[in-house]
Nanobody, 126 residues
Framework: EVQLQASGGGLVQAGGSLRVSCAAS????????IGWFRQAPGKEREGIAC?????????YVQDSVKGRFTVSSNNAKNTVYLQMNSLRPEDTAVYSC??????????????????WGKGTLVTVSS
């Protein structure tokens, strides 16, 4: 059974750092790209980045996170990480991950998700 579970959220002050994890089971992250998303209160879900552990590449789709957020993986643990630095109150959201249909990240990866994981809440206080 394919499952994804995001974890590691919490409360952090502005300027702080947090790392959230996306643990995958039922498939290998070497075979599928993983997309990161977030949904702020009262807003629609938006894509953050797409990561392919096949070649270690990341496509950041949100300009606001470039230079602050970094995606990585531990293939032995079948887990993808989202390291978030210099956090801002506007980063407050439920962060979730999804399995992309392809090994490499396609354009508009957020339209190519076949499995979604439950999210984890990140709250950034000012």
């Amino acid at each position: 059974e394919v499952q994804l579970q995001a974890s590691g959220g919490g409360l952090v002050q502005a300027g702080g750092s947090l790392r959230v994890s996306c643990a995958a089971s039922g498939f290998s992250i070497n075979s599928y790209a993983i997309g990161w998303f977030r949904q702020a209160p009262g807003k629609e879900r938006e894509g953050i980045a797409c990561f392919s552990s096949y070649d270690g590449s990341t496509d950041y789709v949100q300009d606001s996170v470039k230079g602050r957020f970094t995606v990585s993986s531990n293939n032995a643990k079948n887990t993808v990480y989202l390291q978030m630095n210099s956090l801002r109150p506007e980063d407050t959201a439920v962060y979730s991950c999804g399995r992309v249909l392809t090994t490499m990240c396609p354009v508009n990866y957020y339209y190519n998700i076949d499995y979604w994981g439950k999210g984890t809440l990140v709250t950034v206080s000012s």
